[in-house]
């Protein structure tokens, strides 16, 4: 009955099924009852095909549209809720605003943890921000991938294709970043006064590391299932 209303096949993939919902809103032309009750019946499909996937009544192709579906849904849910707006410098499709409680409790802790040490030992920002930029590099290349891979363990090839505009995107957002602040500090510091030097590289860092934490939590190249290695084995 659901997908009569929607005028999709039961075993519809999630763009066609996004694709008719899109035609239906279309053709209410502004009427908001019709509007409403098709998102209705698109949000009871989806979660109609999510208790099929929890019990295992459709298979692994269907699990990873259906996974990508519900992941993709919440992002846009949580955008509308928080008004956030995708920044224009930012690449169309890699905008993924974090509904993962552990990877963002995870990005408290190290950089609010980087942050702290450069707070009460600015000799220390130095070293505190390579260690920052290399966490930020690996973190950037591996957000929303599968867990359950390693060193003995590696992701297959088809899994890492983003790994290299991952890295480029996040070594030339450190050497803009890094460029800016140093020049912007140097109008208000002189670096040629140690103690100077060592308050603009601490202030570089506070302002950088920040950053750091909020690209984490919201850009991601993988575009895979995120499934995990043992749930799919």
Sequence with gaps: ??????????????????????????KAD??????????ITKDKILQLRLQQRMSGQI??????????????????LARKKGGVKVPKWIPKG??????DEVEQRNNI????????????????????????????????????????????????????KHYPIAFIFS???????????????????????PEALVVIKQLQFLVICPIYWWISNNIQFYKGSSQAVSEED
């Design 59 to 76: 298979g692994e192709g269907s699990q990873a549209r259906m996974e990508r579906s519900i992941k993709a849904d919440a992002d846009e």
């Design 109 to 160: 802790l190290i950089y609010g943890g980087l942050l702290f040490f450069a707070l009460v030992s600015p000799e220390a920002s130095d070293p505190l921000k390579f260690v920052g930029t290399c966490l930020f590099v690996f973190r950037t290349m591996g957000r929303g991938m599968p867990k359950g891979y390693g060193r003995g363990n590696p992701p297959p090839p088809a899994m890492t």
């Design 94 to 99: 890699i905008f993924v605003p974090s509904t």
């Design 171 to 193: 070594v030339m957002f450190y050497v803009l970043a890094n460029g800016l602040s140093k020049f912007v500090m140097h109008q208000f510091f002189d670096p040629t006064i």
């Design 1 to 26: 009955m659901l997908y009569r209303e929607l005028g999709v096949a039961e075993d519809a993939t999630y763009e066609e099924i996004v694709a008719a919902t899109d035609a239906k809103i279309a």
């Design 30 to 39: 502004g009427d908001i009852k019709k509007k409403v009750k098709v998102e």
